[in-house]
């Protein structure tokens, strides 16, 4: 699985980026999902996991679904402003232009994002 998503245009990809970047610098792990599954298999405590995996679509066929995905990204991304904006090396200003862009990117190419669902059923104490 991708942690930078697919089909993303250059402003995206560099925000993303940025993001991505912010994460490792904090410790924390970008490619955990790729992992989930052996993590949970490691837990002598569960049994029958499964794992799903799916992706997040910006364009859908349902127009309001793929609206609330670009909005909930653009906030997200928003929010991280005093962050990224470092990272990237923007002013504030560029980087509300970049969201814009950003926002425009996800909707006009076929962005998504890989999704991962593993799960697993707590054994019983016989």
């Known amino acids: ?5 697919h089909g993303f245009g250059p402003v995206s990809t ?5 993001f991505v970047k912010n994460q490792s610098a904090r410790g924390l792990d970008n490619n955990i999902t790729n992992r989930l ?3 949970l ?3 002598r405590q569960l049994e029958d996991i499964h794992e799903e995996k799916n992706m997040m679509r910006y364009k859908t066929e349902d127009v309001k679904l793929g609206k609330a995905a670009v909005s909930n990204t653009m ?3 928003y929010s991280m402003k005093s962050i990224l904006t470092p990272i990237i ?14 926002g425009k990117e996800l909707e006009d190419n076929d962005s ?4 991962s669902r593993v799960y697993g059923r707590k054994k019983e104490n016989i």
């Open 1 to 5: 699985m991708n942690p930078f998503g």
């Open 14 to 18: 560099k925000m993303w980026g940025a």
């Open 37 to 39: 599954r052996s993590l």
């Open 41 to 43: 298999e490691q837990n």
């Open 75 to 77: 906030y997200g991304f």
């Open 89 to 102: 090396g923007a002013t504030s200003e560029e980087y509300d232009k970049m969201i814009d862009v950003f």
């Open 112 to 115: 998504y994002l890989d999704l």
